[in-house]
Structure formats: structure tokens, C-alpha cells
């Protein structure tokens, strides 16, 4: 049989080589002499010598190791022993007995088990160890003999990252001490079993997180062996809110199911008059997803030292949750033409989209918009065990030139100069709010962080945005990292009016100063009420310490001069709109308010604009203008009826069936001038989705999906998309046209896989209407002993 020859170096500790004593003595008259070539008990003599010098590079028949070991050195061997005439012992040999080698390791790493309680990581679909740090984890070691303490020694050591290093730590040595002591890597013998022994294990909770590789390093009298490393063994570390020193440490209990546990939320869209909101599968704990959220990390380059810093890992996540610069997890899209891929609006979870940019070796995903950025971005920064919630914000503005205002620029005649208009107010924006200290800013910075994945604006040349601490937000401390500006601008910048001058220039004309962010949203603790969080992002409204943190701000920004002089104001514009608004296929009825406050008549010259406009405050089309006089006697209120029909604005929708109403105007009298936006949208119906049959693990059941086209018009090559978890992986049905005003239904069979409340989700996808989707509650029974 050959003989399998290994480097020494390969079997190498770092920054030693091992050293074998080779048991030279004095050459006797015997070892001098040239032995017969043909005589066996020399031979095997000599096999056996050399196996005593170098059992690895002449193993013994017969190894029974469960686990593999790798001896890296051998003490002296005795010299006296005699070696000519005897034949080799076939069952080990006496080296093998006196050294201490690793049998087997057990990580108790069942779901079900002390350590993945202990650790609230039995919700992973995954059977490695997964351990939070900061906290005592237990492991079993089989060894070949017993173990003794005052003879052996024995350490772990875990290695993670692709240069592993002690100084940066991603390569750990852990010592077996006599008693654990709280943040430190350290393992304490707690029981001994014979040849097994049973270790408490410590981690600091500073440690880098990731997927670590195991091996044990043995020493005795008569030499050193390290075990084998073994995948099956890789232990996977998470932070840890549960524990008071992680800088991810939450006190409530109920926010942590919340914003850690909870694989399900609400995310909320529309206009701040018309909230609407969906269900969000984020399924964090879903086979293959740990693994997928590593491998984003991984994708982004960044060393894995600075994966035990929350800071350091969100702002990472943030910039690779979309695909600019670096090839992240998903591509934006808001053109309207998804032909390359998935429509945003068709997505209603995390798992499909981080298993296909996995699977797919780091290929973006087709397409994404804010609200898929941002609860992909939940999905992957719970999973590592960061509390972190989806929020939106309604009348969300987007500074583009670091003003911290909001500019709209009028020509002559008080019409929108579209080509200037860069800044842009989106009828609701969706990003992240992430929890950790801050001990990189003062004190009292601590706590929700905004993190934005969307790629708007770079940030140190990447497109990412955060953590930008919400304290600093709501106190205008914009000087605050990271990227504190432009969240504000978001939440609470002022909308300034400039109209264009004869010679070219720009004259500020007026200002809007409670036009941005408002009900900012996220979904309840413990129910899925919407919660309303603006006062944690602002003062209140309009009150003296919200001025402050406004003028305090955009002190910093790049037009410090721009505020309106404050100006006799005697006539007021106001537009409304009745009930939830107008469903789609409908009319559009809005109402216009003008109020004359003075003692004095007034006429009012009023410009009026509609335009489709994507859900981002960007421009499509304009579908039609007006222009009114209105006369108001003293002290009158009129209210203006406005219509916009359905022929009007049918061929020009997109996306979030979103509009907006531009007024301008001015009054003869005093040259006040007037100016608002109203953006409202088209409701669209839900799909309605019904449980068929007993929901039970392992037994197959249904449930129906039906749907009312409210347009009247065919809809054209209608997709329908299904997912649930514990209940059916995300399918996608292609279900062709469907007719004007029509009803259809359809029958989705599945087997479900896991107990407890479940949530179905369903969305509809087509070219002439998106975002329509649906969603039902379904309690599945454990599974019956009847069912295989």
C-alpha cells in the first residue's frame, strides 16, 4: 500500500513548525551493518521505527478514529526499546495510546437543545450551531482516553474569514481555564464521562460574527494533535440584544420578538391622505438564508474583523443591498419597464430574492424599489441579530445640492420649470431603522438609527445611506455621522417657491414649511397596528424648538441664506380630498379651498398642473393644465370642486397609480403668492384569499384567490405571485388576460411545513396595474399521526 506523505507545513501552527525528536543515539555495530535485502523482520523493524518517529507518514492499520487527527509533534521515543526480530503490532501502536487525540465532537447543536434555546436561535432552519455572543454555549469532546488536567492540555481554536488573525480577531485561541469569567474567550471543563468531557464555552460580546471553523489542539507528554476541521462542526455566531454589554443590547423583551424574532411584518406605502400598506414575509430564519446573509457580507469585501461593530456591518449592508458599485443583492428600477425581470410591485418577501442572488453566485436581482430594498435589508440585519424595523415616510423629500431644503423653481408665469427641478418630494419613501450604541458620537446618540439601502445619493463615493442617528435628526445636529443631511432634508426640510427674474436669476418667492415628513410609519410591537414615529425624527410641527432644528441645520447646508422674510399673509390655499380618495377606474374629486382672511376683497389668479408622477416625486407626464380667476369677498371661504376623469389619465399611469396637483398663484391686491402640491393615488382592490380544507403539517390543502379587474379595460398578460412561510415556497402563476370588470378565481394546493400562525401572501402583477396584493391568516395543527 502506498504511504501518504504530508507537508509538516501544512499541519502547522502559526508562527511555529513543529519539531520531531527522530531518537538518534549512538550507531551500534547492528545499525551500521547493511541489512539482507530479502529479510522481513528487518523490514517490519524499521516500519515500525519509522511509524514511532512519524505516525503520520507511516500510519497504523486499523485507525478507528471517528474524528481525524493530525499530529503536528512527537516527545523523545524510548531509545532502549528493542525493534529487531518483532512484527508489528496490527491494532495501534503504544505512541497511539499514550497520545490524546479527538474522537468525535458534539456541539449540541439540535433546535431543540440547551444551546439554541438558550441562544433563541431554534427559529433557524438550519442545523449548525447558531450562538449568539456574549454568551456561555456547551459543547461534548470524545476523546481516544481519558482526559487529565494535570497531565493534558487541551484549547479550542476558531478561525473565520480568509486570513484569519489573533490581533484582529478571526482566529481565536480558547483556553481551558477553572472558572469562566464574563467577556472573554475562555472554556471551563464541567463534567468528565470517562473518555468524554463536557465544556462551558464564553465568547465577549464584541466578538466579529460569521461562520467560524472549529478544531481542538490537544498536548500531553507525548506530543500534539489538532483535530481535523469538519463543516459539519462550523459554528455560527450572531449578536446578541439579549445581552447588557453587545452594542445591540435592547432592554424589552417585547421589542425583541418584535424586531429580532418576528419573521413577518406591515409595510406601509401610498400618500400621507391615503396610507395603504402590505404584508412582508422577511423570513429571516428560513433555510438557506443565514447562509445567504454571510454571503452578502462577504460579497462586500470589507474585512470580517470589522463584523463585531453594528455600525461598521449596517452601513455595509446598506450598500449592498442595492447593486450600484459593488454588484449587491438587487437592481433599482423605476422606469416602469420591467421586461428584464420582476416587477417590484410582485414581491412580498425576502427569501425568494436573497436564495436567487445566493444561488446565483452574487448576480443582482431584477428589479427592486424602495420598499424591496428595505425589507430585504430587515430580512438580513435581523437574521445576524441587529434589532431592526421597516419605516416609511410619507411626503418624503430628496435633497440633491446638500440645502437641506427642498427647491421648486417657477418661471415668469408661475409654471414648474421641469428641467431645474431636481429635488423632489416622494409621496412616501421606505428605509430602516437599525438599534445599537453609538459610542462614536456624544452621548444621547444611541438608540433607532436610520439606514437607508436605496440608492439616492452616494456617501463616500458608495451608494448607502447611515446609520444616522434619529436624536441627531430630530436636534438638526446634521454634522453628526453618517449622512445625518440628507436624512433630515428627507423628514423635515422646508419647500422654498424661487421664481426666475427677467435677467435669468432666481428670487425666493415663498416657502412651505410643513410640507415634509409626515406619518412617518412602522409596523406596532406585538400587533399590526401602524405606528406613528414622526416625534422621534422631529419636534412637534411648527413649534419653536422644531424652527430651531430647521434653522439649525440648514446652517450647515448649501443655500444658509434661503428663509422667507416674513410677509403680511392674508389669503390661504388648501386642497383635500373626501374619505380613503379615488379607486382606480374612477374619477378624481379633489377640493380647493381659498380663504380670505382680510376685511377686503380679493381676486385670485390660480394656476393648476396634474401630472402622472412616479412614486418618487419624479415627473412623467402631464395630462392636464388650468387657469382660474376667483374672486373672494371679505372674510369668504370658497371651495372648489375639481375633477379629473378617467379618459384623462388612463393611458399614462405607472406603478403606484400616483398623481400630483400643482397649485400657483397670486393675489392682485397684495402680489401674496400662493403655492401648494397635493399628491394623492388611485386605490387599487385587494385580492381576496381563502383557506381550503384542514391546515395541518404534512397534509395537503388549498386556498382560493380571487380578484375583480376594476378597469374598463383588458388586462394584459396578468402574473400572480404566492408565498408563505411554513406554509409554500414563492411560486409565480402566469395566468394571461383578464377582462374588463371581470371576476376570476384561482386554486393554489400546498403542504405545509411548519405549526403555529401562518400568513399567506398574494400580489397581482401586470402592465395596466401593479400593486395589488392580499393576504390571510392561517393556524396550522401540529402534524397528525396519521400523516406520513
Known amino acids: 500500500m502506498p504511504v501518504e506523505t504530508r507537508s509538516f507545513r501544512d499541519r502547522s501552527a502559526v508562527g511555529r513548525f513543529p519539531s520531531v525528536t527522530l531518537g538518534f543515539g549512538e550507531d551500534t555495530e547492528e545499525d551500521k551493518e547493511e541489512p539482507e535485502e530479502d529479510s522481513p523482520e528487518e523490514e517490519n523493524a524499521c516500519r515500525r521505527w519509522l511509524r514511532k518517529v512519524c505516525p503520520c507518514c507511516c500510519p497504523r492499520p486499523n485507525d478507528d478514529d471517528i474524528t481525524d487527527t493530525v499530529v503536528t509533534a512527537v516527545d523523545d521515543l524510548d531509545k532502549g526499546e528493542e525493534t529487531d526480530g518483532e512484527k508489528p503490532a496490527t491494532g495501534g501502536s503504544e505512541l497511539d495510546e499514550l497520545l490524546l487525540k479527538v474522537r468525535s465532537i458534539d456541539l449540541m447543536k439540535s433546535k431543540s437543545g440547551e444551546n439554541r434555546t438558550q441562544h433563541r436561535t431554534h427559529l433557524y432552519q438550519s442545523d449548525h450551531l447558531i450562538i449568539r455572543r456574549g454568551q456561555t454555549f456547551h459543547m461534548w469532546i470524545t476523546l481516544s482516553r481519558p482526559f487529565n488536567p ?372 412602522t409596523k406596532a410591537v406585538g400587533s399590526d397596528e401602524r405606528d406613528d414615529i414622526t416625534h422621534l425624527y422631529k419636534q412637534p410641527e411648527g413649534s419653536v424648538e422644531e424652527r430651531i432644528a430647521v434653522e439649525t441645520a440648514c446652517s450647515y447646508g448649501s443655500k444658509a441664506e434661503a428663509y422667507s422674510s416674513p410677509t403680511a399673509e392674508d389669503v390661504s390655499l388648501e386642497v383635500t380630498m373626501d374619505g380613503e380618495g379615488p379607486r382606480m377606474g374612477q374619477d378624481a374629486n379633489l377640493t380647493i379651498t381659498l380663504r380670505n382672511s382680510s376685511s377686503q376683497q380679493r381676486k385670485v389668479l390660480l394656476h393648476s398642473q396634474v401630472a402622472v408622477m412616479y412614486y418618487t416625486g419624479v415627473h412623467k407626464a402631464t395630462v392636464r393644465r388650468d387657469r382660474m380667476d376667483v374672486d373672494l369677498l371679505p372674510n369668504e371661504e ?75 379595460q383588458v388586462l394584459k398578460a396578468v402574473i400572480f405571485h404566492v408565498e408563505g412561510l411554513g406554509l409554500l415556497t414563492a411560486r409565480k402563476i402566469r395566468y394571461g388576460d383578464i377582462g374588463s370588470r371581470a371576476t376570476v378565481s384561482l386554486t393554489e394546493h400546498f403542504v405545509p411545513t411548519l405549526p403555529g400562525p401562518r400568513k399567506l401572501l398574494a400580489s397581482l402583477d401586470c402592465k395596466q396595474l401593479t400593486q395589488v396584493h392580499g393576504v390571510t391568516d392561517i393556524t396550522v395543527e401540529e402534524q397528525s399521526n396519521g400523516a406520513l
Not at 446638500?402 to 415668469?412: G, I, K, R, W
Not at 446609520?467 to 445625518?484: E, W
Not at 400616483?658 to 398663484?665: D, I, V
Open 638 to 712: 370658497n371651495n372648489l370642486e375639481w375633477t379629473l376623469e378617467y379618459k384623462d389619465y388612463k393611458d399614462q399611469l405607472i406603478d403606484q397609480a400616483a398623481l400630483m396637483l400643482t397649485l400657483s398663484g397670486r393675489v392682485n391686491e397684495t402680489q401674496q403668492v400662493l403655492a401648494t402640491q397635493f399628491s394623492f393615488r388611485l386605490r387599487t382592490p385587494d385580492l381576496i384569499i381563502k383557506p381550503i380544507g384542514k391546515a395541518a403539517v404534512g397534509e395537503k390543502m388549498a386556498a382560493e384567490i380571487s380578484f375583480t379587474n376594476p378597469l374598463p
Open 150 to 521: 494535570d497531565t493534558d492540555k487541551l484549547h479550542l481554536e476558531l478561525k473565520t474569514g480568509p486570513l484569519p488573525t489573533v490581533s484582529k480577531g478571526t482566529r481565536v485561541i480558547i483556553p481551558l481555564v477553572e472558572d469562566l469569567k464574563d467577556g472573554r474567550w475562555e472554556a471551563a471543563l464541567v463534567k468528565q464521562d470517562d473518555k468524554k468531557i463536557k465544556l462551558s464555552v464564553n465568547s465577549p460580546p464584541t466578538a466579529v460574527i460569521g461562520q467560524y471553523q472549529l478544531t481542538v489542539e490537544t498536548n500531553c507528554a507525548n506530543g500534539r494533535a489538532i483535530s481535523t476541521h469538519d463543516p459539519a462542526n462550523d459554528v455560527f455566531m450572531l449578536f446578541n440584544p439579549w445581552c447588557d454589554d453587545d452594542a445591540v443590547f435592547m432592554d424589552s423583551e417585547d421589542k425583541r420578538q418584535e424586531y429580532v424574532l418576528n419573521d413577518i411584518g406591515r409595510i406601509y406605502y401610498g400618500t400621507q391622505n391615503q396610507i395603504g400598506v402590505r404584508t412582508w414575509n422577511y423570513g429571516q430564519f428560513d433555510d438557506g438564508i443565514l447562509a445567504a446573509c454571510l454571503f452578502v457580507l462577504e460579497k462586500s469585501g470589507t474585512p470580517p474583523s470589522g463584523w463585531g461593530d453594528p455600525i461598521t456591518v449596517v452601513r455595509v449592508i446598506s450598500a449592498m443591498i442595492n447593486s450600484p458599485d459593488d454588484r449587491g443583492v438587487l437592481e433599482g428600477n423605476w422606469s416602469g419597464d420591467y421586461s428584464g425581470g420582476s416587477s417590484p410591485a410582485i414581491w412580498s418577501g425576502s427569501v425568494e430574492i436573497l436564495k436567487e442572488y445566493h444561488q446565483n453566485s452574487g448576480l443582482p436581482v431584477k428589479y427592486g424599489q424602495c420598499w424591496v430594498f428595505a425589507g430585504t435589508l430587515t430580512t438580513v440585519v435581523r437574521c445576524l441579530g441587529i434589532p431592526c424595523r421597516t419605516v416609511t415616510n410619507f411626503s418624503s423629500a430628496h435633497d440633491t445640492d446638500v440645502s437641506l431644503t427642498t427647491d421648486v423653481y417657477l418661471d415668469e408665469n408661475l409654471d414648474p420649470i421641469d428641467n431645474l427641478n431636481a429635488d423632489s418630494i416622494w409621496n412616501f419613501h421606505v428605509w430602516n431603522d437599525c438599534w445599537m450604541a453609538r459610542p462614536d458620537l456624544p452621548a444621547g446618540n444611541g438608540g433607532w438609527q436610520a439606514v437607508d439601502a436605496t440608492p439616492q445619493e452616494t456617501s463616500q463615493g458608495t451608494f448607502r445611506c447611515g446609520p444616522a442617528s434619529l436624536a441627531a435628526i430630530r436636534n438638526g445636529q446634521v454634522f453628526l455621522k453618517h449622512d445625518t443631511p440628507f436624512v433630515f432634508a428627507e423628514v423635515n426640510s422646508d419647500k422654498i417657491y424661487w421664481q426666475r427674474n427677467l435677467d435669468g436669476t432666481f428670487s425666493q418667492i415663498y416657502s412651505e414649511k410643513k410640507t415634509v415628513g409626515h406619518y412617518i410609519s
